[in-house]
């Protein structure tokens, strides 16, 4: 690994000045070194590819450059000329545009209503000219957004096209996406890319973060990588590297790809996932799930594909029996099987932060809150006996868990994931519910993770999986079932699983 | 994981925050006291004479502090009816009714035995019967919550003016006490049943109750099964759901011991400090044991310590009263100020992460 160069004058001389420099920005929390001394340098008309595993920095250096956070050393530049960006406000009206992961709007106001909210509108509200403003901007920048729509009618991609519409009327030359495609199917990732390099045709720079090297190739002029807080490839042509050089560079080390021989699925294996007919509301009243038939034999995995918001949240929950069908039937079987309460599964939640950690408790305490009984010494928990169990289950399932005396609440969320899973997948369960297992890992821990779930697979567990990485699952499970509107849109056989085949099931298509 | 975290780093760390927090409380007391000041000295006294005399009169006075002390008992079991559904995440603002309840139980028992009764029977019986009124009395409240989902907080204290009612209602009728001489009191419970004083002092038994009520409670919520899965459920219920613990009957159990305790301090008070029901028995006790449990942030030993500084402004409020003329209700003003204060100022905030 080369190591950057790190005075590099924020211009060459002759040059014009970038639109953005960041130079050595540093910022440490605690005894933590979330960033030391990196560089970052946009052009205007190129989009930058900022990429590395979770906990690399990217967030905390673009929370700087936003006026998040203030930096413990290291300046910054805009068209050349130093400036502090104090707080998003400051950033904002520097022509900086932040469209965050989690989406930022009001369901309950339209489209122009939003946008209003991040405009300064004065004393007086005036609307129609707002949405004549939108509807020019829109169509100037490709942006298909209808401004009268109320965001809760319309889909992710769409809001993601408003969020990047609310910069764009702000006065942003340079446009910041988080992570953008992690909640798209892949078409709306196309016409993401559609409007990106729209962006930049009008002159504007754009940074995207993301840790997928196909849509680093497909859109990334040039490409910066972070490793524990540093720069290990500064502003380099991503063409110029192969894919294995990229992730070695980001996971330091190279990692090997899923083995691809499994066993077949035995056809005659038994039943353990039965769904017939399922039917259930979601939270606000509708029908979530609009009969849903669904088999996983022993031994065999299937996977879970769909836009964010199909009815995989409330399939997962009828699996565990955390929410009742309003018709229908759902059985879980032991693997002799026998018909079994769904305590037998194990559950990899959705969102473990809301799911699964209670405040101010261990990481020890956590581990025995897996609906199996807590070992017992008289009227109290046998925290000994937890203990061994907890090493003994950090030892085999090898996800490096954080130390047991630590507060949960206080991890990151990948630190979190992985107590979760090393809870859920040390022992063996014939059934096994995995919502987004890796997600929020780094590289090396998902990988481990997906090693993991194939191992229960193979010792003859049941496994079905919700995933919004379609490589993910096509790599993974032995079939796929595509969920559009509560509905099962499709299944296919993971072997000739097509991407763009899938994605238009996930938008409600024909195969 | 990063680096093996060294001892000594860590425990000085600890430290500081533990001298922040006390400093930060010290702070939170001091404003309150200056606030407090500026009032008194708006009704043209010294307010410095003032605190003089609360401490000379009030806080180094043997008798005014037995004084705290039995105040202090019932404040202690209501805060710590406040506590025992805190830990499930629930707000019990029932304790006031919870209390009357308890107390016209005990009266009641008391009645039924009779005034020669033997003293371990009528303290026996008594006592069973607080304990299962108050707890009865938020029963009704978790039944309401677990069935209907009405949230606990409202109907704890409707459930109040109800028990307030209804004692009201047997004092002023049945159970008036002819010798009372038109006052609307019950009969005085018979000598056997009342708590007797420890040694020489003018402190009742009540007191001993009270800590290993709040010892219990501590080991209950550190040492037991119980406690873990209460602690989880008042934590995050989404995530006791999912691991299958029985939520609903830690819910329905956690309420229903605050009402036993309540309950509890209805008893205490009645045996111990007022033997007769009255219009104004118990007046405040829940409330303030609210407070209190407040003030100690729903831990069980400090609610000891929470509660004894609640009974000491109350009780300095008489002194003021004589002393320096101001009305007893002033130091209804202190005490507002000081749990403001404290809960503003001493509030553990989210680490950055």
């Known amino acids: 690994m080369t190591a950057p160069s790190h005075r590099r004058p924020p211009s060459r001389i002759g040059a014009p000045p970038a639109l953005l420099d960041v130079v050595g920005f540093t910022k440490s929390f605690g005894d933590v070194h979330a960033n030391t001394d990196v560089d970052l340098s946009v052009q205007r008309g190129e989009v930058h590819a900022l990429a590395g595993e979770n906990g690399a920095g990217k967030s905390t250096l673009l929370k700087m450059i936003f006026g998040v956070y203030e930096p413990d050393a290291g300046r910054m530049f805009v068209d050349g000329q130093p400036v502090t960006p104090g707080n998003p406000a400051h950033a904002r009206a520097l022509g900086i545009g932040m469209v965050f992961q989690d989406l930022r709007l009001v369901p309950a106001l339209t489209v122009a209503e939003n946008v209003a909210l991040s405009l300064r509108t004065g004393f007086r509200l005036r609307m129609d000219g707002l949405v004549r403003r939108i509807e020019e901007a829109s169509r100037s920048y490709g942006l298909d957004v209808d401004p009268r729509a109320q965001v809760r009618t319309l889909s992710i991609g769409e809001r993601q096209r408003v969020e990047i519409l609310k910069t764009l009327m702000a006065g942003a030359r340079l446009v910041i996406l988080d992570e953008p495609t992690s909640v798209l199917a892949p078409q709306e990732v196309q016409s993401l890319f559609e409007v990106v390099e729209r962006l930049k045709a009008e002159g504007l720079g754009v940074v995207i973060v993301t840790h997928k090297l196909n849509e680093v190739r497909a859109i990334a002029d040039r490409m910066t990588i972070l490793r524990r807080g540093e720069v290990v490839l500064n502003a380099v042509a991503p063409a110029d590297y192969t894919d294995g050089a990229l992730i070695e560079a980001m996971v330091g080390r190279a990692v090997a790809p899923l083995p691809r021989q499994r066993r077949p699925v035995d056809p005659a294996g038994r039943t353990l996932l039965a769904l017939s007919d399922v039917r259930t509301d979601g939270d606000r009243g509708y029908e979530a799930l609009k009969g849903i038939d669904l088999d996983v034999r022993a031994g065999e995995l299937v996977g879970i594909a769909g836009v964010a918001g199909s009815g995989q949240r409330e399939l997962f929950e009828v699996v565990l029996g955390l929410r009742p069908l309003t018709s229908g039937h759902v059985e879980v079987r032991d693997v002799d099987g026998v018909p079994a309460r769904p305590r037998v599964a194990a559950a990899i939640p959705e969102d473990p932060v809301a799911d699964s950690v209670v405040p101010g408790l261990s990481v020890l305490q956590h581990m025995v809150l897996d609906g199996r009984e807590v070992p017992r010494k008289g009227v109290g928990v046998d925290w000994a006996e937890v203990g061994r169990r907890t090493a003994e289950a950090d030892a085999k399932v090898g996800l490096d868990i954080a130390a047991p005396r630590r507060t949960l609440s206080g991890l990151s969320g990948g630190n979190i994931q992985r107590v979760v899973l090393t809870r859920e997948l040390s022992t063996f369960s014939p059934v096994v519910v995995a919502a987004y297992p890796s997600r929020g890992l780094d590289i090396a821990n998902a990988r481990r993770t997906q090693e993991v779930l194939l191992e229960q697979r193979a010792a003859g567990a049941a496994v079905l999986m919700v995933s919004e990485d379609l490589e993910e699952l096509i790599s993974m499970a032995d079939r796929i079932v595509v969920m559009h509107d509560g509905h099962v849109a499709g299944v296919v056989a993971a072997a000739d699983a097509d991407r763009m085949a899938l994605g238009r099931l996930m938008l409600g298509g024909a195969a | ?353």
């Open chain 2, 1 to 353: 994981m990063t680096g093996v975290a060294v001892g000594a780093p860590r425990r000085t760390a600890a430290l500081t925050a533990r001298t922040g927090t006390a400093a930060r409380w010290l702070a939170a007391c001091t404003a309150a006291l200056v606030i407090f000041s500026a009032f008194i000295l708006a009704n043209d006294v010294d307010p410095l004479s003032v605190l003089g005399t609360i401490w000379t009169s009030v806080l180094t006075e043997p008798r005014q502090v037995e004084q705290i002390l039995v105040r202090a008992t019932p404040f202690a079991l209501a805060a710590l009816a406040v506590v025992v559904p805190g830990r499930a995440g629930l707000v019990n603002v029932g304790g006031e009714g919870q209390v009357i309840v308890g107390a016209v139980a005990a009266a009641g028992a008391g009645m039924w035995v009779g005034a020669d009764a033997a003293p371990a029977v009528a303290v026996t019986v008594m006592v069973l019967a607080a304990v299962v009124a108050g707890g009865a009395w938020a029963g009704i409240a978790a039944a309401l919550r677990l069935v209907g989902d009405v949230n606990e907080a409202v109907t704890t204290v409707l459930l109040n003016f109800v028990a307030l009612y209804l004692m009201l209602f047997l004092i002023l009728g049945s159970w008036r006490d002819d010798a009372a001489m038109g006052q609307a009191t019950s009969p005085e419970i018979g000598p056997g049943a009342k708590l007797p004083l420890l040694g020489t002092s003018g402190v009742h038994v009540g007191i001993v109750v009270a800590v290993i009520a709040a010892l219990v409670i501590w080991f209950a919520f550190t040492r037991t099964t119980w406690g873990f899965r209460l602690t989880v459920v008042g934590g995050n219920p989404e995530a006791a759901r999912r691991a299958g613990l029985p939520v609903t009957v830690l819910l329905l159990s956690a309420l229903v011991l605050g009402g036993v305790l309540a309950g509890l301090a209805g008893y205490v008070h009645l045996a111990g400090a007022e033997y007769k029901l009255r219009p104004t028995f118990g007046a405040n006790i829940g409330y303030i044991g609210f407070l209190a449990s407040w003030l100690a942030r729903h831990r069980p030993l400090a609610v000891l310590v929470s509660a004894a500084a609640v009974a000491a402004i109350a009780i300095t409020g008489n002194t003021l009263q004589i002393s320096a003329g101001l009305p007893a209700a002033s130091v209804n003003i202190l005490m507002g100020l000081v749990l403001v204060a404290v809960l503003g100022w001493t509030s553990v905030r989210k680490a950055d992460a």
